[in-house]
């Protein structure tokens, strides 16, 4: 078992067009580690240090294929995130330990874009997937039995919802149940084994139609869910006496909904109920992230409301728990959005603070 701290990277954007429309400023510089905000009023300086600090703000091209390439300034392209934490997940899985990769921030941020993708510039998630299934079939040890499982689902005004099924879900959606060894879990919900890369595509495709689907029909946008992609990966070894193990590893892929506060987007009635319940996954995802924070810095009998939402019991072992975890922060550049930026900046200050427990999950092959 080994501790480490939650890794955080924080991302800024290029300006969006109503942010150029506006004549927007710039707020955020950094070098190396360092993000530094500026208060577009006072002109006051804040400065935070995280594990990586992305500049994605200029200095690329858009390719003939339509891929954002650096053209040789300090843009940081997908590539780049992949390699600094996309490879580490997928080293971590061989290992047998599991892994978790949050995306934080306001909506138009750029979760998405660095989490998934759009179009030629793939995110995290597929590089990851894609590189997996290339290690898998290059792998030529035939002692072991690899299989691969694909989930995905979504956390809307607390209640869950299978993407993989397009049926509608049950009423109050899928129930969240608990193992005594494994912890919570959503009852019912597909794991769909998967033999390449290609059938992941499928499935996040419909997965991502699905919930837009979903959104529409509840009068809203996917920025107010979550969504969760679940790849277990599974190794059978087999020793020279035929006794055979499994070591498993779970990655938790994480698109959060929207960082801005109901209050900032003028919900009323029904949307700002809507809007408290997914507060309430997204609010107790900030206690329990203060909570393991102060146990961090020494703090005794600290509570850890886990159990207050849905998104963190599932999420309970990639918080202080059996995981290695990253989350990345997106920012806008935008002088406008100056208020959710610094809150976010320390929110992915204080997720830094976390340590988790990882262990190896290997036991004999049921
Ligand atoms: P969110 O998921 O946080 O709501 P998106 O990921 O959809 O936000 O990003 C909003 C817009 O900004 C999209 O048009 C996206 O293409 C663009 N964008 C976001 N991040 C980047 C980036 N790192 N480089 C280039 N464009 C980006
Ligand atoms: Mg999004």
Redesign the pocket.
């Known amino acids: 078992s080994t501790s480490d701290s939650v890794k955080v990277a924080v ?1 800024v ?2 300006f ?1 067009q109503r942010e150029k429309n506006a004549g927007s400023q710039c707020i955020i510089s950094m070098q190396d580690k360092t993000t530094n905000i500026k208060n577009p009023e006072t002109g006051d300086i804040k400065s935070f240090s995280y594990d990586h600090s992305y500049w ?1 703000h200029d200095g690329f091209k858009e390719t003939p294929s339509g891929v ?1 390439e650096p053209d040789g300034s300090n843009y940081a392209d997908q590539k780049r995130l992949f390699s600094d934490l996309g490879q580490g997940v997928l080293d971590n899985a061989w290992q047998g330990y599991n892994a978790a990769l949050f995306a934080y ?1 306001q ?8 989490m998934i993708g ?1 179009g030629a510039n793939k995110g995290i998630v597929p590089i990851t997937c894609e590189e997996l299934f290339k290690a898998i079939d290059t792998s030529s040890d035939n002692k072991k039995q690899l299989r691969v499982f694909f989930s995905m689902l979504e956390i809307y005004n607390e209640q869950v919802r299978d993407l993989i099924v397009k049926e509608k879900p049950p009423h109050g959606g899928l129930k969240i149940r608990q193992n005594p060894k494994s912890g919570f879990y959503v009852e019912g919900l597909k794991q769909v084994p998967v033999r390449s890369y290609k059938e992941i595509e499928k499935l996040m495709e419909s997965g991502t139609i699905n919930r837009t689907t979903a959104a529409t029909n509840m009068n809203a946008t996917s ?1 107010r869910s979550h969504m969760v992609i679940t790849i277990r990966f599974e190794q059978v070894l087999v020793n020279d006496a035929g006794q055979s193990n499994t070591r498993s590893s779970d990655i938790n892929l994480v698109d959060l909904a ?1 960082s801005e506060r109901a209050d900032s987007t003028g919900a009323t009635g029904d949307r700002l109920k809507e809007g408290s319940a997914i507060n309430q996954s997204l609010s107790t995802l900030g206690n329990v992230i203060s909570a393991l924070a102060d146990q961090a810095m020494g703090k005794t009998k600290v509570l850890v409301p886990y159990r207050d939402s849905v998104l963190t019991k599932l999420l309970q072992s990639a918080l202080g728990g059996n995981s290695r975890t990253i989350m990345i922060a ?1 920012l806008s550049p935008a002088d406008i959005n100056y208020d959710e930026t610094l809150s976010t900046l320390r929110y992915a200050d204080r997720a830094k603070k976390i340590q988790n427990k990882a262990t190896v999950n290997e036991s004999p092959t049921d």
Not at 107 to 114: A, L, P, Q
């Open positions: 991302r954007r290029p969006n994605s954002s921030g909506t138009g941020s750029g979760k998405s874009y660095s759009y920025s929207g997106a």
